[in-house]
């Protein structure tokens, strides 16, 4: 199977600190993506974690464990604009691409 | 740097129709992939093209087929179109398969 499964909605305050999860079948895989996607946009790349641990770019890090086949998004310092979409996909070993149905984040001001 | 383009933009059919959607990668990258996009269902994976040829392929009908141009344009087609067939269909290149994938704008596709 290809459950890929993580929050249908989360809601947090502009400045603070936020996590999604991401949980996810461990059976042939190959990578971690996370995508953000505003509303009517296509889906811009985030991060890609193949190996355990905290990958920081910025404002964003994602974290994988690949034995509990779980990764996160943290967002830091949380801005209005991050009010979007967030996918998490899972690549597998036959490089196939399977996408979560994405967290939508709500930011209040 | 050009990014993935993807014709028409809007388009809106009737029942029983067929259609024929169209990608451009961006410029190197080989691999060609499709989604199709909806409220309830999220992102699923169509099928992927890589060298002219068919690499994966998700679970949809016949009806939904593609190909891969020597210079790495695709098309998809989708014949007797259905009403549950309305959705946004987005296609993604990558460098090589399985790496990081580039989206396009997509094409909203309505069944009337």
């Known amino acids: 199977g290809q459950n890929i499964d993580q929050p249908t909605e989360m809601t947090a305050t502009e400045g603070a600190i936020v996590q999604i999860n991401c949980t996810y079948q461990?059976?042939?895989?190959?990578?971690l993506f996370w995508y953000q996607q505003h509303a009517g946009e296509a889906p811009t790349f985030l991060s890609y974690?193949?190996?355990?641990g905290l990958e920081e770019k910025g404002r964003f890090s994602s974290f994988l464990s690949r034995s509990k086949g779980y990764s996160y998004l943290l967002l830091k310092e949380l801005q209005m604009k991050d009010s979007a979409s967030y996918l998490c996909?899972?690549?597998?070993?036959?490089?196939?691409?399977?996408f979560g149905k994405g967290t939508r984040l709500h930011i209040l001001p | 740097k050009a990014g993935v383009t993807q014709t028409p933009r809007y388009l809106i059919k009737t029942r029983g129709q067929q259609v024929t959607l169209s990608c451009s990668p961006i410029?190197?990258?080989?691999?060609v992939s499709w989604y199709q996009q909806t409220p309830g269902q999220g992102l699923q994976f169509l099928f992927e093209?890589?060298?002219?040829?068919?690499?994966n392929k998700g679970n949809f009908p016949g009806r939904f087929s593609g190909r891969q141009f020597s210079n790495s344009r695709s098309e998809m087609n989708v014949s007797t179109l259905e009403l549950g067939d309305s959705a946004l269909y987005l296609c993604?290149?990558?460098?090589?398969?399985?790496?990081?994938?580039?989206f396009g704008q997509g094409t909203r596709l309505t069944v009337v």
């Open positions: 993604a290149s990558s460098r090589d398969r399985g790496s990081e994938a580039f």
């Open positions: 461990t059976s042939g895989f190959n990578g």
């Open positions: 974690n193949v190996l355990d």
């Open positions: 996909a899972k690549g597998n070993r036959d490089d196939k691409i399977i």
């Open positions: 410029s190197g990258h080989r691999s």
């Open positions: 093209y890589f060298s002219e040829t068919q690499r």
